[in-house]
């Protein structure tokens, strides 16, 4: 009964998100700091106008994006439109005005203040690049309902909980991996600049990208790269880095770390890594549990029960 409740709650969640005119989104960058931090989200009721103050997201032409800042004035040609964290308005560094036909939303405030859920976006984000991890997820909360579903429900057994005790903990040590790996995005272009993310080399040339070191006790860091070519890597106290080249036509790269748990030989876990990250998370974090099944099945009668599932209930009074 409680797993069907779930299930309607669920249907019901996702029911009301699809049928009532409301959105849900996020911002990637730090231009309406402190108002809304990076990766956090925010509701958007539909709107097709504004008043100064309201914070709305639009769609920019020229940025072939869309744009969440706050409007600051109203004008005959459109709004004026800034980021609280920007020192200048968006019209003034070259945007055009935003016209009540681009707008697709006010964000849900109370007063000039949006609410906001923190952390939502880098949730949606890593979640929508990691699908394997709800897969992972669904598995585990399937293996669990099942076992404690089952038609036996008067006695439950030490084996049947700690196998589920044992999935949901390497479930929560997958994901944790692969939430906590971060990357970075580089954009490669012909023209010099200054910015960090920036890259000017062209096919073939080698440069070398410096990050910030942060050893975790007892992980293997492994570091992996797309559109580059890991060359040569230099590990100092504080600083990583790496000596890449530009492989292939994009113009965008990426370098990837990831902390696995330090149980086997970093170069297993580099192999693993390099067929795709889940795969290494799921055999570190499995390998990390074998020392705790393998005293279990030592010390413990996987037979002997743990409780009484049915509880009687006193007879109410009338």
Same mark, same amino acid.
């Given at each position: ?34 108002? %809304? ?54 019209? $003034? ?52 309902? %099942? ?8 006695? %439950? ?70 559109? #580059? ?23 965008? $790269? ?20 390099? %067929? ?40 109410? #009074?009338?």
């Amino acid at each position: 009964m409680r797993y069907r409740a779930g299930v309607a709650l669920l249907a019901g969640v996702i029911a009301v998100s699809a049928l009532t005119p409301l959105g849900v989104s996020f911002v990637y960058s730090d231009s309406m700091e402190p108002t %809304i931090d990076t990766g956090d989200g925010f509701v958007v009721l539909p709107a097709n106008d504004a008043a100064a103050g309201d914070v709305v997201t639009f769609y920019s032409d020229e940025r072939d994006e869309y744009v969440t800042h706050r409007v600051v004035e109203e004008t005959e040609v459109g709004y004026v439109t800034q980021g609280d964290n920007n020192q200048e308005t968006d019209q $003034a560094v070259g945007y055009s005005h935003v016209s009540p036909d681009d707008i697709e939303g006010r964000v849900l405030s109370v007063g000039e203040s949006p609410l906001t859920a923190p952390a939502l976006g880098t949730l949606v984000s890593e979640s929508s690049q990691h699908r394997g991890i709800l897969v992972l997820i669904g598995v585990v909360a399937l293996t669990v309902s %099942i076992g404690s579903n089952g038609r036996s429900r008067d006695v %439950i057994n030490t084996g049947s909980l700690f196998r589920q005790l044992i999935l949901t903990s390497i479930a929560i040590g997958v994901v944790a991996i692969v939430i906590s790996g971060s990357t970075v995005g580089l954009t490669i272009t012909e023209a010099a600049s200054s910015s960090p993310e920036t890259m000017t080399f062209e096919d073939g040339d080698r440069t070398t990208l410096e990050f910030t070191n942060t050893p975790t006790p007892y992980t293997h860091r492994v570091t992996s790269a797309s559109g #580059l070519r890991i060359v040569d890597t230099i590990v100092a106290e504080e600083t990583l880095s790496l000596t890449v080249e530009h492989v292939g036509d994009s113009e965008s $790269a990426a370098v990837q770390f990831y902390n696995y748990p330090a149980v086997v030989p970093k170069g297993i876990v580099e192999t693993l890594h390099g %067929i795709h990250p889940l795969l290494a998370a799921v055999f570190t974090v499995g390998a990390a549990h074998l020392p705790i099944v393998g005293v279990y099945w030592l010390l413990v009668d996987s037979s002997e029960p743990v409780r009484t599932a049915r509880i009687q209930l006193p007879r109410r #009074l009338r």
